[in-house]
């Protein structure tokens, strides 16, 4: 059993040290040349817990509990290899609070030749380092992260000299480079892509395999008890963490997976039901970005089956970790100033049934519960209902983003933000997706149960039965009409567009502007 948070101070050394070592609460390996090349004679660790990060943009109770169970999982891990290591732990009296001081304070403190960290997942974070060490006098090492396939230098080099960046050309340089699902020079079975196949609906209640969840011991359940207590005004739910947090925890969860859902992640990984938000999906995307799973293995355990797995589910499954997973890291950290794009120039608020869940509005609830309640919803949830919902309405990409980043357990900067502001909101201009990913609710009723229980009709744009998405986005095409217009991809909406009349016109603008002022992402008087 690793050793306990409240120990761990303990192991730090007297100082002064050669090199002082940042563990950040994203950065949970042993796998990191930082680690492996530590010194416990010369060198120590650095991990600390700090309130700043939890309400710098509010980091909901599951999300922050989790990363903190692990956090303390991965230190115990440490100390108990006899690792020199400073813990500072959120309710520790000194501490300061802040990502900023807690380091400035261990190097005032150790007084180390120079700091190492391995490239952290956000530019803020980076930054703030640099700043310390600049202010410190002390030699700052920065490493490449070596848990991605692709390095930033990569993805550099492949998007040089290309005037828009698909992530389908990027996925297929990866599986050549890689050799996945290759045969000699050609892809398994002689198309790249099984998308197509991968959109079926459930016609029936499914019965999906239950996914794992662990059993955890004291350092989580201390965690749920410091969390409820110190961040009791954090949003969301915390009486559990079906999460795991330390990485044999992990590979457990990869292996569920494997066995039992993958088979049918392919089939219906676009759909959605009524009361199930875990369906054949994988759930590893939080252990993955803490670093307690490397995308390696991942895709090797998948792959392994390629005789027992229908291709569309295994190049389906595949395609999220080779290609998604590293395109989107790729454009955040070589698209300058992404994080501040809004393209479409939105402006509203969020609707407050993002932080309760309460709306009359039936994918609404079914999509925001689980993340209040666990932290987690399935891309197509995130996408085409919450996403679809902010996009249509217009509200502001910052936040989309702060939402989407604090609301789930798998919210890291590098990920979220060009998934949330780029694929989501468009607000890139079309950087990561090359049209809006905007739809009425007839998606949501061809895709899911949803529309049975609602009192909206999903194809009915004006009314008292108007269906919200359906409003929305046909206003939203009215009001971006000059822009989707040059759009090749919108076409056929934009044909669609035209033939309604001015009356009608009039009748979707007012209705959308009731609808967004319901929704609070207008004010009354708007």
């Known amino acids: 059993m690793p050793t306990a948070p409240d120990a761990l101070t303990r192991r730090t050394p007297a100082g002064p040290v050669r090199d ?21 004679e010369r060198d120590a660790v650095v991990m600390m817990e700090v309130r700043e990060e939890s309400t710098r943009t509010p980091s909901s109770k599951q999300r922050t509990a989790y990363f903190l169970s692990a956090m303390r999982t991965f230190a115990g891990d440490l100390a108990d290899r006899g690792l020199p290591l400073r813990y500072v732990s959120l309710d520790d009296d ?30 803020r974070v980076l930054e703030t380092i640099e700043d310390v060490c600049d202010d410190a006098a002390t030699d700052l090492d920065v490493l490449p992260d070596t848990h991605f396939l692709c390095s930033t230098e990569e993805f550099m080099a492949w998007r040089d000299g290309r005037k828009t960046l698909v992530m389908e050309h990027f996925y297929r340089s990866m599986r050549k480079k890689h050799d996945i699902l290759m045969d000699g020079s050609e892809p398994a079975g002689g198309e790249w892509n099984y998308d197509k196949q991968n959109r079926k609906a459930f016609r029936r209640a499914p019965r999906p395999p239950a996914p794992y969840v662990p059993r955890h011991g004291d350092v989580v359940a201390r965690v749920i008890g410091l969390v409820n207590r110190e961040l009791r005004d954090l949003p969301g739910e915390l009486s559990a963490l079906p999460w795991p947090v330390s990485r044999d925890q992990a590979r457990r969860a990869l292996a569920k997976f494997i066995d039992e859902r993958l088979p049918r992640f392919g089939d219906h990984q676009d759909a959605m039901w009524t009361g199930e938000s875990t369906l054949h999906h994988a759930l590893l995307s939080p252990a ?20 027992e797995v229908p291709l569309n589910a295994l190049e389906g499954f595949v395609r999220q970790i080779l290609g ?113 990913y905007a739809s009425t609710g007839a998606y949501v009723k061809r895709m899911s149960n949803y529309c049975e229980h609602c ?66 992402v207008l004010k009354g008087d708007s």
């Open 20 to 40: 002082l070592v940042v563990v950040l609460g994203d950065q949970l390996t042993s796998d990191y040349a930082t680690i492996r090349d530590l010194d416990p």
């Open 94 to 123: 000194a501490n300061t609070g802040s990502f900023e001081g807690e380091i400035a304070r261990a190097i005032d403190d150790l007084g180390p030749e120079r700091v190492r960290v391995v490239e952290p997942g956000a530019r």
């Open 288 to 307: 993955l970005n803490l670093k307690l799973l490397d995308p390696r293995e991942v895709i090797r355990a998948a792959v392994a089956r390629r005789d």
């Open 324 to 436: 998604w997973r590293e395109f989107v890291r790729g454009v955040y950290w070589t698209e300058p100033g992404y994080e501040s794009l809004n393209s479409l120039r939105a402006q509203g608020a969020l609707p407050e049934a993002y932080w309760t869940g309460d709306s009359d509005m039936r994918c609404v609830r079914e999509c925001v519960g689980p993340v209040l309640e666990r932290g987690h919803s399935h891309h197509i949830q995130r996408l085409m209902v919450t996403g679809n919902l902010a996009l249509t309405a217009g509200v502001h990409p910052d936040r989309v983003d702060a939402w989407y980043l604090g609301m789930f357990v798998d919210g890291v900067e590098w990920a979220t933000i060009p998934n949330a502001r780029g694929m989501s909101q468009h607000a890139d201009g079309g950087v990561v997706g090359t049209k809006p």
């Open 455 to 520: 009192r909206y009709a999903p194809t009915t744009r004006t009314g008292d039965d108007a269906c919200p998405l359906t409003t929305l986005y046909w206003d939203f095409l009215l009001r971006h009409k000059e822009r989707f217009g040059a759009n090749n991809r919108m076409a056929m909406m934009m044909k669609h567009v035209e033939k309604i009349g001015p009356d009608e016109r009039g009748a979707i603008r007012d209705q959308a502007t009731r609808t967004r002022v319901r929704l609070g």
